[in-house]
T-cell receptor, first 113, second 113 residues
């Protein structure tokens, strides 16, 4: 089955710096890669996703890149703000809404003012 | 509200008791997923419904876990003879169609004493 590894487990940056979180996956049939942000005690919220027919996607300060050959994808947050502090999870799936998500172990991002 | 609703938000039970967790998906969403999230970990897949059909239950950890969605909307996850290792947050997610992402509820935090 699919296995998703995520690094780093914790990441501390200063406000305004960039943050990069990396994930690798094992199942070459995976074609959908979402990123979720989870604040303490709250639901995972989708912040960006990418499908395998696209190499990069950007939404304001957030971008995701995908390298299907190497089976890795990354989340890039620019101009970080304290409210970006949360746990971020990457995930992989063979489909979008009709297949289970396999999650990474999470990255705790702390943005210091 | 328009989001996925889960109840109760918190549940404390003694070891050996049975518990039932409820998920109200977004109206009209065809697919419904249950995930288990241990402390400090990413969500792990338990089971998946498409309308009332349970299409994948490969993630259920034992036969003490049972899920149903009899009318294709509300779903219930039941855990019989609870054990301490069942303590976790149980998340429900739903999706409207195949190419749309999963949206999560706030979860039920289950504590087994």
């Amino acid at each position: 089955g699919e296995n998703v590894e995520q690094h780093p487990s914790t990441l501390s940056v200063q406000e305004g710096d960039s943050a990069v979180i990396k994930c690798t996956y094992s199942d070459s049939a995976s074609n959908y890669f979402p990123w979720y942000k989870q604040e303490l005690g709250k639901r995972p919220q989708l912040i960006i996703d990418i499908r395998s027919n696209v190499g990069e996607k950007k939404d304001q300060r957030i971008a995701v890149t995908l390298n299907k050959t190497a089976k890795h994808f990354s989340l890039h947050i620019t101009e970080t703000q304290p409210e970006d502090s949360a746990v971020y999870f990457c995930a992989a799936s063979r489909n979008t809404g009709f297949q289970k998500l396999v999650f990474g172990t999470g990255t705790r991002l702390l943005v210091s003012p | 509200g328009a989001g996925v609703s889960q109840s109760p938000r918190y549940k404390v039970a003694k070891r050996g008791q049975d518990v039932a967790l409820r998920c109200d998906p977004i109206s009209g969403h065809v697919s419904l997923f249950w995930y288990q999230q241990a402390l400090g970990q990413g969500p792990e897949f338990l089971t998946y419904f498409q309308n009332e059909a349970q299409l994948d239950k490969s993630g259920l950890p034992s036969d003490r876990f049972f899920a149903e969605r009899p009318e294709g909307s509300v779903s219930t996850l039941k855990i019989q003879r609870t054990q301490q290792e069942d303590s976790a947050v149980y998340l429900c997610a739903s999706s409207p169609v195949e190419d749309q992402p999963q949206h999560f509820g706030d979860g039920t935090r289950l504590s087994i004493l």
